[in-house]
Every structure is written in C-alpha cells, then in structure tokens.
C-alpha cells in the first residue's frame, strides 16, 4: 500500500476562497483522523471517523470547517471561507483499529491563506 | 485526559543509546502509552506502545514503570536519522475517544 495520501501538498489561496482538502486512508483502516499543526499550538486533532461515521469532531474550530468521508476511501476538509489563521499543516492519519493500533500519517497539506 | 510530561530538549551522540522519559502520573488503568516521533517536514511515525509490560520492535524499546506512572522510550544506538520530535500519548482502550492528543514532546539532537 502506498500509506496514506494526501493532496494537495502545498496550497496557497486567499482570504475568503474555499479550501478543500483531501485524504485516502490506507485499505482496509476503519479509522481516519484530521489534524491541524501549528507552531504556536502543535498538533491538534480536529476530527475522527470510524467507518465512514464522524465520531467525535469536537475539535474543528470553527463553522467555517467541516469534514467528510463519502466512503471507505476517501475524505475531505473543508474550510469556507478560509482566514489567514487557518494557515497550518494539515494531517490525515488512518489506523485499522483506533486507540488499539497504530496510525499511519500522510505527508500533510501546508496550507497558506494571504 | 490524563496528561503527559517529557522533557522540552534532549541531545546525545550517535551510535550510543538514548534514553528519553515521560511522566504521567494520573494515567489510569485503562490507558495505553504511545510514542510517536515528527522528523523534520514530515507526518508523525509511529514508534511503540504499550499498556503494562515493556515492549521491544525493530525501532525501539518501552520500558514501563511497575506502577505505571512513568515510561522511557529507549533506542539502542541512535544515528542522525533519529533526531526528531518525540511524543509520549496515552489513549483510554476502555471505550474513549479514538484519537491521539499530541503534546508539546521532546526534541532529540543527535551528534555526530
């Protein structure tokens, strides 16, 4: 397997335009998780699913952010409209069995909003 | 969730063991110890874990304190390879959240 893929892997955009980002966990992982890192607050976990269910998303800042997994292969986040402070890394990790086991993290998306 | 404790900055020679600490003294029974490490512009890589006994892969070896209140991260011969962000976790295996929060970690030098 590839590991996990992320696209894209740099996006620069303007204030106000809608950013989508996007995942495809490992095969066969039931669990996938976003994370957002920053220098000032490291890695923040924003949203989880597990079988293509969003499980906890009590950790997405704002309205403006918003995730889904259409199916077992394939997730996006979402920010509109994008503000200069979403500007981070942005992480997708899978795992085949949560907390049991371990995740596997894409190469992440550095996003910029000017 | 229980907390996490780990020194800021740790340096230490290739080729000779490192021996990186992690306290967490409210850890309860029902808590997993994950180590993960971020070397530089990358996603976090999974390293270990373990819930009571020491635990032993091709990376690394975790050593857990009989009251598990603390652990060590240990790695037998460290290269430049291994310089990196180091993160001690714990996750609740008895039916709580499923993901990981990531502290601030330890950031391991390795000399030449």
């Known amino acids: 397997d590839a590991g996990v893929i992320q696209s894209p892997r740099h996006e620069v955009t303007e204030m106000g335009q809608e950013v989508t980002l996007r995942c495809k966990p490992i095969s066969g992982h039931d669990y996938l998780f976003w994370y957002r890192q920053t220098m000032m607050r490291g890695l923040e976990l924003l949203i989880y699913f597990n079988n293509n269910v969003p499980i906890d998303d009590s950790g997405m800042p704002e309205d403006r952010f918003s995730a889904k997994m259409p199916n077992a292969s394939f997730s996006t986040l979402k920010i509109q409209p994008s503000e200069p402070r979403d500007s981070a890394v942005y992480f997708c990790a899978s795992s085949l069995m949560g907390v049991f086991t371990e995740a596997f993290f894409g190469q992440g998306t550095r996003l910029t909003v000017v | 969730d229980a907390k996490t404790t780990q020194p800021n900055s740790m340096e230490s020679n290739e080729e000779e063991p490192v021996h990186l600490p992690c306290n967490h003294s409210t850890i309860s029974g029902t808590d997993y110890i994950h180590w993960y490490r971020q070397l530089p512009s990358q996603g976090p890589e999974y390293v270990i874990h373990g819930l009571t006994s020491n635990v032993n892969n091709r990376m690394a070896s975790l050593a857990i304190a009989e009251d598990r209140k603390s652990s060590t991260l240990i790695l037998h011969r460290a290269t430049l390879r291994d310089a990196a962000v180091y993160y001690c976790?714990?996750?609740?295996?008895?039916?709580?959240?499923?993901?990981?929060?990531f502290g601030k970690g330890t950031h391991l030098i390795i000399q030449p």
């Open positions: 976790i714990l996750s609740d295996s008895g039916g709580g959240a499923d993901g990981l929060t």
